[in-house]
């Protein structure tokens, strides 16, 4: 037993070596500088986060990136689900469509910049299409509408991602409860609420968690489209940070990433106890 356990604790001494010194070390160190100067390295106590929460540009951003997750997060998650529920019985789709759905994921960010200047420009596609009708059209990446080319890229993007994982989920339900309870009279929705949801919540916890860490990642459209100071609809975290570090303001830079950090943890903390909770309230 001794042996065995030994030898465990060799197997993972790699991966717990490399997470110590690319994550944790680093993270200690980003908190270590969240309370000390750029100049001069003095102590600054609670000066750096207050400077963060008083910067308007920062303040924007948060609101910016808490509204584009609160937006994302329901329609993806509900949509993908939508079409995976549609595909479980669909076999030979399934197989033909099964390349296909990570297509999205596979494009890379400068193909997908370049095919939003082609329809969203203000001389794209999409105002010629809607010129074509006798309807006025707009400059979609400079105004309100900007948002909303966002949360269809991200949505677009992830789509295939989640439907594969809502999938693997779903296919792993015994068939044999179905039939049970089509014999017992159970239509269509409720099993679905019987027994494809309770079946589905530890993948769809997992869901969950993924496309909220890849939210995060539509900076990169973002930014290669608009640059540092987008439209102020789709002026999100990143550019913030990305600013500060051009500026080489590593004070607020470490003190805004402590906060983001800390966010996302009370995040996962609180979904991981409701789920808890509602598992238990279903036993």
């Known amino acids: 037993m001794v042996k065995r356990r030994r030898a465990g604790w060799l197997f993972m001494l790699p991966s717990l070596a490399g997470v110590l010194v690319f994550y944790l070390i680093p993270f200690g160190d980003v908190v270590r500088r969240s309370f000390l100067r750029t100049a001069g390295d003095s102590f600054a106590g609670l000066d ?17 990136t808490a509204r584009f997750v609160l937006v994302c997060l329901p329609l993806l998650l509900g949509i993908s689900l939508g079409l995976a529920v549609l595909l479980q019985k669909q076999v030979r ?14 494009v890379p ?24 009708f006798h309807l006025q059209g707009k400059d979609w990446m400079n105004s309100d509408a900007s948002f909303w080319v966002l949360v269809f890229s991200y949505i677009w993007k992830n789509l295939g991602y989640d439907v594969i994982l809502w999938l693997a989920g779903l296919l792993g339900i015994p068939d044999d409860i179905y039939e049970a309870a089509g014999v017992d009279g159970a239509g269509e929705w409720k099993c679905f609420l019987h027994i494809t949801l309770p079946n589905i919540r530890p993948v769809a916890f997992t869901i969950i968690i993924l496309s909220f860490l890849n939210s995060f990642k539509v900076f990169r459209e973002a930014y290669l489209v608009a640059g540092n100071y987008p439209q102020e609809k789709i002026y999100l975290l990143q550019h913030v940070f990305n600013n500060w570090f051009s500026e080489l303001s590593v004070d607020k830079m470490a003190a805004g990433s402590v906060l983001l950090c800390l966010v996302i943890t009370v995040f996962v903390l609180i979904l991981q106890r409701s789920w808890r909770g509602v598992d238990e309230k279903w036993k």
């Open 109 to 132: 960010a400068a193909s997908v910049v370049l095919l939003w200047n082609i329809v969203f420009d203000k001389a794209g596609v999409l105002n010629g299409l809607l010129s074509a």
């Open 48 to 64: 750096n986060y207050k400077q963060v929460f008083g910067n308007q540009a920062f303040r924007l951003a948060a609101g910016n």
């Open 93 to 106: 789709m399934r197989k033909v469509m099964k390349s296909a759905y990570l297509v999205p994921l596979a």
